[in-house]
């Protein structure tokens, strides 16, 4: 067995990808099927690293001592002695009057190489989406510093000891800055790419969701929730004190029909997802710099899908049916994801290194939930990003009009209830306002990082159609009449959400695809070491996660035209803020990382994460 030469949180120096530069870093893991290390740099940032680029603290305050030393390094580091007058290099006096790890580091890069920083031109990419399909680009100039300008070796205390903004060379190439930026461009853009999507593995405590245990709970805990809930809200009485419904027997839930429905209905959104209708767009970039295309055609399909709906209900087709099989349509559709997470987890075990998902840790339980693969496709078919958004979310906005139609059926209405129309019209805005900005999904932790595993298939296929739609299921059998005075509150509060959420999401967005939009010259920012920057006013100063705010709010107002005689429909609202309090801490997590030190000071600029002086 090959034996590894440095030991878990030893402190040694690590080179810098690409450069001839080593850094104070912390060993955090070694693998011994790839022979890499896992190592943890100053700012935060997660590498894996070859034993060969990995030097033991005291080999460097050997050469420091004079020793003679003819490797590569040492020879660049004699030369750039020699030019003590260089306006890069602090007098001697000053050099030697260091004694923080931090100076130690930068006179330490200093011997190794005689820098010269050019500041470069980043395309916007990180989050951003760029279209490829003849619309014009646009240049994140706000990030861009003057080009040309050569400017001291600096090391900011924000970007710890390099700034990935930066591109370091020794002086003695003499290359034309013009063919160097170039090939910086692409070198940082790859390196950039590489130190957001890399894959590290992981370890035990970092997994999410409770580890293997915590993720085996969710995975048979959830289906049987869903069902006590359904079968709680049909019961006349749905209170929390009476004991829930013992649950029907598997073959009296299983129809093979209704399974045959479901499966056609998912075929009917494949096929609209097929059309070559909407425009193309690259996603972010993957580990190994390339970028998917996706076809923005999500709003086209739920014009063609409420055209099928619209013409079916005029052709006398019973969608009661949907109603009065509910159960049964939520155990084929549960079937289904089970049988799909299978087949994600086994075409997983094939794929390349690069094509995983970075949340994935290698233990099969945790990945089976979590999703090994990241971006699983048949051809260009993405299975992931048509799961999010089609079948489940499309679905939701039927099964509201199903229940819509059953109210009126079974309280023999002639129209629907006030309280009916107000849970529709929310819902169904929210579900357009996501198609419409379908976009934005490509820049979620769904698709960034996530795999595509139970959770995501669960939750897309079974949790969003059968629990998001819960209001209108339980108006149904629980009417509940809402006054003029007291709709207009709610409209009022919806309406409140929805601007605080689409605001936040848009000028986030339109901040990430281009940062210099004169529309956004007004707003606050800090710079981070990745490159971007961070919004610190408008609404991302205002908490740190304001869509979650909106979003919340607007799910407060889906229940209230429930009424207040039971808890059930309010069940939403509950699951919701956990959902997005865990997803927050998730999402905090992964920009600490990211940002290190720009995210701390905008936590510190901005201290509440949702809730404006209480969370
Ligand atoms: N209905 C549901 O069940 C449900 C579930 C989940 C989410 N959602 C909704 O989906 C939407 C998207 O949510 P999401 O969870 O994907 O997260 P998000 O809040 O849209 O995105 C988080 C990302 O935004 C960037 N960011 C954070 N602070 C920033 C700042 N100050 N300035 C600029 N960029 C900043 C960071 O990424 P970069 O810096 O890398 O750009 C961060 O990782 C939200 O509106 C949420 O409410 C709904
Ligand atoms: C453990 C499981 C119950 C967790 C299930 C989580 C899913 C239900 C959510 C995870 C990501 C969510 C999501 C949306 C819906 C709910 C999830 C699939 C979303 C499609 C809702 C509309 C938004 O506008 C959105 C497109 C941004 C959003 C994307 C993420």
Redesign the pocket.
């Known amino acids: 067995m090959p034996s590894r030469k440095f030991a878990d949180g030893e402190v040694v120096r690590g080179r810098w990808p690409g450069s001839s530069l080593y850094y104070e870093v912390e060993i955090l893991s070694h693998d011994s099927t790839s022979q890499l290390y896992t190592v943890k740099y100053k700012d935060g940032t997660e590498l894996e690293l070859k034993e060969n680029d990995i030097k033991p603290l005291t080999s460097f305050r050997q050469r420091k001592g004079g020793s003679t030393s003819s490797s590569p390094s040492r020879r660049r580091g004699s030369r750039s002695r020699s030019r003590s007058r260089s306006p890069g290099r602090p007098p001697k006096s000053a050099r030697r009057s260091a004694s923080a790890s931090h100076q130690a580091n930068i006179k330490e890069a200093r011997r190794e190489v005689e820098v010269k920083l050019t500041p470069l031109i980043l395309k916007p990419f ?2 951003s989406i760029s279209r490829y399909n003849g619309e014009p680009e646009h240049t994140e100039r706000n990030d861009i510093p003057h080009k040309n300008t050569q400017e001291k070796f600096n090391l900011s205390q924000e970007s710890s000891y390099i700034s990935t903004q930066y591109s370091l060379r020794p002086r003695r190439e003499e290359v034309k800055l013009k063919e160097i930026d170039s090939k910086e461009e692409k070198f940082i853009a790859k390196e950039l790419a590489v130190r ?1 999507f890399e894959v590290t593995p992981i370890r035990a405590k970092d997994l999410e969701f409770g580890g293997v245990p915590g993720v085996f709970l969710i995975m048979f805990g959830l289906p049987v929730f869903l069902f006590l809930l359904l079968l709680m809200c049909k019961q006349k009485d749905p209170s929390l004190l009476n004991f829930p419904p013992p649950l029907p027997a598997l073959y009296e839930l299983w129809e093979t029909r209704v399974f045959g429905v479901y499966l056609l209905w998912f075929l009917i959104q494949v096929l609209f997802y097929l059309l070559p209708i909407g425009k193309v767009v690259e996603g972010t970039p993957l580990i190994d710099g390339r970028r998917l295309k996706y076809r923005l055609n999500g709003f086209y399909a739920f014009i063609l899908t409420s055209a099928v709906i619209g013409t079916s209900l005029f052709q006398g087709v019973e969608f009661h049916y949907v109603y009065s099989h509910f159960l049964q349509f939520a155990l084929g559709a549960t079937v289904f994801c089970v049988v799909l997470s299978v087949y994600l987890y086994m075409r997983s075990l094939k794929a390349p290194r690069n094509d995983l998902s970075p949340a994935s840790s290698g233990n099969a339980v945790y990945d089976f939930f979590i999703g090994r693969e990241l971006n699983p496709r048949i051809g260009t078919f993405d299975l992931k990003y048509f799961c999010e958004l089609r079948p489940g979310l499309i679905g939701w906005v039927v099964i509201n009009l199903v229940m819509l139609l059953a109210e009126m059926k079974i309280q023999d209405r002639a129209i629907p209830s006030l309280a009916m129309i107000l849970v529709n019209s929310f819902q169904l805005l ?1 579900v357009v306002d996501a198609l419409w900005n379908e976009e ?1 999904l490509l ?4 698709i960034i990082h996530d795999g595509f595993g139970f959770m995501l298939a669960f939750g897309d296929l079974v949790w ?1 159609p059968f629990i ?1 739609s819960f209001q209108a299921f339980y108006l149904v059998s629980h009417p509940n009449e809402v006054s003029w005075p007291m709709a207009s509150l709610i409209i009022v509060l919806k309406l409140c959400g929805y601007v605080i ?1 689409r605001g ?2 848009s000028q ?1 967005n339109a ?2 695809k281009n940062p210099s939009d004169p529309k956004l010259a007004h707003l606050k ?1 800090i710079h981070t070491s990745m490159g ?5 006013s408008g609404w ?2 205002f908490v ?2 304001p ?2 705010l ?2 919340l709010i607007m ?1 407060l107002a889906w229940s209230l035209p429930c009424g207040f005689n039971h808890i059930l429909p309010y069940f939403y609202v509950i699951y ?1 803020t956990m ?2 309090v865990h ?2 801490a998730r ?1 905090e997590y ?2 600490k990382k ?2 290190g030190m720009a995210w701390e000071k ?1 936590c510190q600029r ?1 201290p509440y994460r949702i809730f404006p002086y209480i969370y």
Do not use: I, P, Q, S
């Not at 820049?443 to 769904?446: G, I, L, P, Q, R």
């Not at 971007?532 to 610190?536: D, N, P, R, T």
């Open positions: 990180g989050n957001t929210y934005a820049t979620t932790m769904d969003v998001y959420f936040a999401n986030k901040f990430r920012t971007k920057h961070l919004l610190v991302w100063g740190r996660h869509n979650y909106g979003d799910a919701f959902l997005l997803r927050e999402d992964h920009c990211k940002y905008y901005v």
